[in-house]
Every structure is written in structure tokens, then in C-alpha cells.
């Protein structure tokens, strides 16, 4: 964890410093060695939250993105369950991080817990997702003059394991390299957990206008008016298409053979 409580202040690790757990309030102890960055850890190493994994430069680089105050923030349901999210906004907003692998009953259980949340997902930890996504990223097709695509094949994009989320999930598929990458070019893609029509929707959003989105409301990504968008485009696809057909069908021969002519030059330019 980034935060221990020393002397009931939020600190964080640095040599020597004895703290202890916000959330089950036992000692830890700051790790400041060389090999891993900088962090608290129970002393008995059981740690008292079974849903944090190892706190990677990755996460505390996109964690960072925060003000302290709103990482690391513990969270109780009514049953007196205790996590600590990541990240929680102002709004009331979870961002979790998330670096390794995630059965789908415990992901389905944070969501459970969390209720309104985001993922983001390291999609730099194994070489074959970035490479799936950069072949799979071919088949997508865009809604016209929007920045929102669709597929019917979202496998082929994303690891299974994120498909049936129910929260959006943020793909990182550049990660940080240093640290200190310029953050503007710097993309995350969302596949939204709503489906049209059988068809997966992506959204991709600049990291810096996610942080943005984050601080300013409850939600990153529209889902709803993204769903009208993508629904009103698909209905208007199909009576143009149906348009195009009956007037094929009664076209002269004449037009018919202008049409094959029109087609052939428009495929030539494609
Ligand atoms: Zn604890």
C-alpha cells in the first residue's frame, strides 16, 4: 500500500518509519529498497485485504494521477465487508487498477462491492494482448464522425476473461515506460459492458481526459447516449441498405450497368 497511518497521519513509506493499517489498524512496516518502489507491509504478512495485489510502478503512476486523498480509500458495505479501493473520487467514483489476473467470481465481486466503478487494466503485462489488440484493432469499424467503434468479435481484441464485466474496463496497452511519458498521446480503450445488437462498443479516451472525467463527474464514459448513437446508426445502415435494394430492383438495365460502373470505380479508389 502507498499509506500507512504514523502518529494517525496518512504517510507514506520511508526508511525506518513504523506505521500502521488504515483499514485493520496492524503494524506495518515501510519497504524502501531498491528492487520494488516504495510501500507499506503488514508486518504479519497476512495482509488484511485479500483483493490488493503488489503494487506495481504501473499502478502507482496511473494512481498518481489522483489526489492522495482520494487513493487508497477504505470502503465498508452493509454486511461490515472492508476494501480499499484504489482509487475513489469526490463523486463517489472507483477506479481500481488492475495488473494480474482476475477470476471472473472475484471480479464480479468487487463489482458487487464497488458498484460504481471503472477498471483499468494493464494490457502491457502479457506481450500477446497488446499483440491481439493491434491485430484484432483492424476489424473494428468506426460510427461515422464519432470516435466510437463497434465489433462483433471482441475476443479478438480483449482478453476473454474481461468480455462479461459489468463495468466499463479501460485497456492500457501502452503502460509507463519511465514514468515520465507525455500522458496526452497516451490512450486507454473502453469496452463498455453494454452490447447493441450483439456488437461490443469501444470507446478510446486520452489518459489525461479520463483523469479529467474522473475529477469532474461520476461517470468517464456516456454509456446510454453512446448506446442511442450507435442504435440510431445502425437502424439508418439498414434503410439505406434497404433503400439501395428496391432500387435496384426496379432499375432499367441502363441504370443497372451505371450503378456496376459507379461500384467498380468507388472500389478501385477504396
Ligand atoms: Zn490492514
Known amino acids: 500500500m502507498r499509506f500507512a497511518l504514523v502518529n494517525d497521519v496518512r504517510c507514506e513509506a520511508a526508511p525506518r518509519l513504523i506505521g500502521s493499517c488504515p483499514s485493520c489498524l496492524q503494524a506495518m512496516i515501510a519497504k524502501c529498497g531498491n528492487q520494488r518502489i516504495r510501500h507499506w507491509a503488514h508486518r504479519s504478512r497476512v495482509s488484511c485485504d485479500t483483493w490488493k495485489e503488489r503494487e506495481t510502478l504501473w499502478h502507482r503512476t496511473l494512481k498518481d494521477q489522483f489526489p492522495a486523498e482520494w487513493q487508497e480509500v477504505q470502503m465498508r458495505d452493509d454486511s461490515g465487508q472492508r476494501h480499499i479501493a484504489d482509487v475513489r473520487t469526490a463523486h463517489g467514483l472507483v477506479v481500481e487498477f ?100 450483439g456488437l461490443a462498443i469501444l470507446a478510446p479516451i486520452p489518459r489525461q481526459r479520463f483523469v479529467t472525467a474522473a475529477s469532474e463527474r461520476a461517470w468517464i464514459i456516456p454509456g446510454k447516449a453512446v448506446i442511442e448513437l450507435l442504435t440510431t446508426f445502425l437502424r439508418r445502415e439498414r434503410a439505406v441498405a434497404e433503400l439501395n435494394a428496391r432500387a435496384w430492383a426496379y432499375a432499367s438495365p441502363n441504370e443497372r450497368n451505371f450503378r456496376r460502373a459507379r461500384w467498380r470505380r468507388r472500389a478501385r479508389m477504396r
Open 98 to 197: 488492475q495488473h494480474s489476473h482476475l477470476g471472473a467470481n472475484e471480479r464480479a465481486a468487487r463489482e458487487a462491492f464497488y458498484n460504481n466503478m471503472v477498471w483499468v487494466v494493464d494490457g502491457t503485462r502479457l506481450k500477446r494482448d497488446r499483440g491481439r489488440f493491434q491485430q484484432g484493432g483492424k476489424l473494428l469499424r468506426r460510427v461515422p464522425a464519432t470516435n466510437l467503434f463497434f465489433t462483433h468479435t471482441p475476443e479478438a481484441c480483449f482478453p476473454v476473461a474481461w468480455l462479461s464485466s459489468t463495468k466499463p474496463v479501460f485497456f492500457d496497452f501502452e503502460g509507463v515506460r519511465d514514468g515520465s511519458q507525455t500522458a496526452d498521446r497516451h490512450v486507454l480503450w473502453c469496452l463498455l459492458p453494454e452490447r447493441v445488437e
